[in-house]
């Protein structure tokens, strides 16, 4: 249902939820120019081996909707498994062995909770590891008569203890990176009886290595890709777009020769032109969520520009400038309200950014390039630099928030 008030626009225009459900998606949804969705989807259909896959895209820029919206067109022919893994574990401390034994973790989970056939000497070869591999013996689940409710129980248990206890997560890592290959084994026995059983191919889906820093990406997808690309199933990963401007991202693309990338939405050309049909699509995120009268006409075109084209920056900007309509006691959100909630995102980066990096941001603007260095990255990473593309070629701009900060530099 779109918002017809502010106070529902409030709460339906939520930048940290990304859409998921199928009602959502049909609801909310919004095509894009040079997607890669159709191209991934034709990827995974066609092909009948194993695919690992990499998918980037600023944060912020749809990534997790675009996904969510791939394996509802996928549901027939695959058995998807799609979770965070900051949902498991700690970004901040997150090894190759973590995502592998993430990964078997969530598909015994999605096995279980799916009360999926699977042959009992299986269940209980990969209920045997997951104990050695902790030293434990009690699951807590005694008279627990089917052997996968039991095992359920102790991948919960499990990956619930690997997020929060530093002592648990250095004890299973140690043990694990000696016996990679066990684990291997135990995903691959496991993930033959699903797809015999279901007759889909397993597609796994891992968000959120988007958002860890460039040495972690690196450290993963440059010195441990053999293991990431180990598991016998197709597996989609995201990574961090700082990445590809690495001196190292050759490398990884021979390992990871699937490299897609979602595009920002363009809110203006190269030579500075208005770019109507990108600010079209914006517009039309906001309008599939909120009664268009809830924003004066103006102000639907400001929003997208300000947005820089990254629905996430969109959206929580427009819930900044509702909320200060509403505390105007206005119905509906103005040019005025719009540039109060601008400017107090303006000051976030106004703290961040050093006075070197504003000099670089001003280069920027200027050549519509990004140089292969570490400072230049760091721009990428904290969205004050951008990257654009269309047909013909790539460029890069600042953020249009930022814009006013180089003239004046930090005062």
């Given at each position: 249902m779109k918002a017809k008030n502010l106070r529902e626009a409030l709460n339906i225009l939520d930048p940290e939820r990304p859409l998921r459900t199928e009602k959502e998606?049909?609801?909310f949804f919004v095509t894009r120019a040079l997607s890669p969705l159709d191209d991934l989807r034709l990827l995974l259909q066609v092909t009948t081996g194993s695919q690992k896959v990499l998918f980037t895209g600023h944060r912020g820029s749809g990534k997790s909707?675009?996904?969510a919206k791939l394996t509802h067109?996928?549901?027939e022919q695959f058995f998807i498994i799609h979770y965070s893994i900051k949902s498991i574990l700690n970004l901040f401390d997150l090894k190759y062995v973590d995502?592998?034994?993430s990964l078997g973790l969530e598909l015994i989970r999605e096995v279980t909770t799916k009360k999926?056939?699977?042959?009992?000497?299986v269940l209980s070869h990969v209920l045997n590891f997951t104990k050695e591999i902790t030293k434990e013996t009690e699951t807590g689940v005694e008279g627990q008569a089917e052997i996968g409710a039991e095992l359920n129980l102790y991948v919960v248990k499990l990956s619930s203890k690997l997020g929060t206890e530093d002592a648990t997560r250095t004890t299973v890592r140690e043990t694990v990176s000696h016996r990679l290959s066990d684990l291997l084994e135990s995903i691959d026995l496991l993930a033959r009886e699903v797809e015999k059983n279901t007759k889909q191919r397993i597609l796994v889906i891992i968000e959120d290595l988007d958002k860890t820093d460039l040495n972690t990406a690196k450290d993963l997808f440059y010195n441990h890709a053999t293991s990431l690309l180990a598991p016998p199933v197709s597996i989609i990963y995201t990574f961090p777009t700082a990445l590809r401007h690495d001196n190292d991202f050759m490398q990884v693309e021979m390992s990871f020769p699937n490299v897609y990338i979602l595009p920002n939405l363009k809110t203006r050309s190269r030579n500075g032109e208005k770019d109507e049909a990108g600010l079209a699509r914006l517009n039309e995120i906001l309008t599939k969520r909120a009664e268009?009268?809830?924003?004066?006409?103006?102000v639907l075109i400001t929003l997208a520009e300000l947005s820089s084209g990254i629905p996430r920056e969109l959206i929580a900007l427009a819930r900044r400038a509702c909320l200060e309509a509403m505390k105007s006691n206005q119905p509906r959100i103005d040019e005025n309200h719009v540039e109060k909630a601008a400017r107090s995102k303006r000051m976030d980066y106004q703290v961040l950014l050093t006075t070197q990096q504003l000099a670089l941001l001003k280069q920027i603007e200027q050549t519509k390039r990004v140089e292969n260095d570490e400072a230049h990255r760091a721009l990428l990473h904290n969205l004050s630099a951008l990257e654009y593309r269309n047909d013909v070629g790539v460029w890069h701009d600042v953020h249009?928030?930022?814009k006013p900060l180089l003239n004046e530099g930090k005062a």
């Open positions: 998606l049909q609801n909707t675009e996904l067109g996928l549901r995502v592998v034994l999926v056939k699977v042959k009992q000497k268009a009268p809830l924003f004066t006409p103006e249009p928030l930022i």
